[in-house]
């Protein structure tokens, strides 16, 4: 199993960004996946989940702004990250439980006011 997450970057407060978490080595379509971020000093927090058949679940702090979605034709998760916040800075990994867990390596999001 490998993920590899992309799309992070810097942005000012208020802007927007995509991630996407590239999947292989197991049949992604079956799969719930989800994102993760991790702040400086802080506990890894779940920010949002997709399951196989498209439910989706929001940590409070980003629902109204932020949009899980998955592309099972490219074995791919998105997350789009709207009105973006300084407190919304973090690595954000994707994770995917197949048997085990596993996390990909992050991709970092720097929100400047």
């Known amino acids: 199993v490998q993920l590899q997450a992309s799309g992070g970057g810097q942005v000012q407060a208020g802007g927007s960004l995509r991630l996407s978490c590239a999947a292989s080595?197991?049949?992604?379509?079956?799969?719930?996946m989800t994102w993760y971020r991790q702040a400086p000093g802080k506990q890894r927090e779940l920010v949002a989940r997709i399951t196989s058949v498209g439910s989706t679940i929001y940590t409070d702090s980003v629902k109204g702004r932020f949009t899980i979605s998955r592309d099972n034709a490219k074995n791919t998760v998105y997350l789009q990250m709207n009105s973006l916040k300084p407190e919304d800075t973090a690595t954000y990994y994707c994770n995917v439980i197949v048997g085990i867990e596993y996390w990909g390596l992050g991709t970092l999001v720097t929100v400047s006011s």
């Open positions: 080595g197991f049949i992604f379509s079956v799969y719930t």
